[in-house]
């Protein structure tokens, strides 16, 4: 049983990823295509131009993913694939593929929720993570914070109601032209953020612009921030103009605020969230997890005030590192680990007409 291996197929976004992880939580493969670069070039993911990426590239990352590992569809035990949520045109691809694989080789079948995928791959890397425990996901797409009860029990807590953390550093970042900056070219937007950030000589005036109603849950909302930031680039170039390369000079102290108003939000959520599940006693208090995941938790400034969070209300603070943090096939292939162990939505290669993405 430790033996069991697990393919897992990622397609619901820009990425395709083909990875192979055993039971034992070893990661025997992990083969991933980005779409990034092209997606760059025409401003933003055209789901038509990702699906056509996709499918050019699913059987080669697969048989990557399988060569890597020295194996093939024979030595697998599973075939798991995210059928939801995301671009639907993305998703058929894998989906598609998965049941193509599971069916050809008469391989069980396990369809994966993306958000649950994330949610777990903390358990693969990390033994101290054990249920019941707290997620908060940070990325461009999305936004939310559960407790996650069992491999397929979340309540959740918290969801992004406007723009996403890593949507509002990478549209801010693209008003400031950061990509002008050399050294910041080939960065992210929140990666340059993050940089620029660690320049600041005085932090701005920046109100935190927060809905009043969002505080009767842990909802977040981020949009405020976005108008905060570009009304204030648009009174600075007005006011002071702009270097050669198009950067506004106190770039480094808006990006300090900014950083520091949506670290304030997300500690704010958080801290409310324990204290909730611990009135209701929904988590034992010796110590559980606080697992923080997507794209922009790889921001140290963010991770660093996370921590002291987690100390303050004695939680054990878990990050995985960012090639597993962006979506990725691991993580499917782990989900699909969890769920073949207890045997949760894992279907006969004979029964997938009812497979379907959403
Ligand atoms: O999970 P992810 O790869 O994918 C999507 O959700 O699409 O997250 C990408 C996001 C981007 O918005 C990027 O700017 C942000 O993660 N990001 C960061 C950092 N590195 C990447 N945000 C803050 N600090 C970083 N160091
Ligand atoms: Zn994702």
């Known amino acids: 049983k430790l033996g069991l291996k697990v393919l897992g197929i990622e397609t619901s976004c820009d990425d395709t990823g083909v990875a192979i992880v055993s039971c034992d939580r070893n990661i025997l493969a992990d083969a991933l295509h980005n779409q990034a670069q092209i997606h760059l070039a025409n401003g933003g993911i055209l789901p038509p131009v990702a699906g056509y990426h996709h499918r050019a590239n699913m059987e080669k990352v697969a048989n990557e993913a399988l060569s890597a590992a020295k194996l093939s569809m024979t030595d697998i035990d599973a075939v798991a694939a995210t059928v939801k949520p995301g671009l639907s045109l993305s998703l058929e691809v894998g989906t598609k593929y998965g049941v193509f694989l599971s069916k050809r080789y008469q391989k069980p079948f396990i369809p994966i929720h993306h958000m649950e995928a994330h949610a777990l791959t903390a358990r693969l890397i990390d033994e101290r993570v054990k249920f019941p425990f707290l997620v908060l996901l940070i990325s461009g797409g999305h936004c939310l914070l559960a407790l996650v009860q069992g491999v397929d029990s979340f309540l959740l807590l918290g969801k992004g109601l406007d723009n996403s953390p890593g949507e509002v550093l990478d549209k801010v970042h693209r008003r400031l032209k950061l990509r002008n900056i050399p050294e910041l070219q080939n960065f992210s937007g929140g990666h340059a953020i993050e940089v620029m950030a660690e320049k600041a000589t005085d932090r701005f005036e920046f109100p935190l612009q927060i809905r009043a109603n969002s505080m009767v849950s842990c909802d977040f909302s981020f949009s405020g921030l976005l108008t905060n930031c570009f009304n204030i680039i648009a009174t600075e170039e007005q006011k002071y103009g702009t270097s050669a390369d198009g950067v506004i000079p ?69 990050v995985p590192p960012p090639h597993l943090c962006n979506d990725n096939g691991v993580m499917i292939a782990w989900n699909g680990v969890e769920r073949l162990r207890e045997n949760l939505g894992v279907l006969h290669w004979n029964n997938l007409d009812s497979v379907t993405i959403s």
């Open 250 to 318: 106190s770039a480094p102290n808006l990006c300090a605020a900014l950083q520091y108003a949506m670290t304030s939000h997300l500690c704010r959520r958080v801290e409310k969230a324990m204290i909730f599940v611990k009135g209701k006693q929904m988590i034992p208090s010796n110590n559980p997890s606080l697992v923080v995941s997507g794209g922009v938790a790889a921001n140290k400034f963010i991770a660093k005030a996370l921590n002291a969070v987690c100390d303050a209300h004695d939680y054990h603070l878990s």
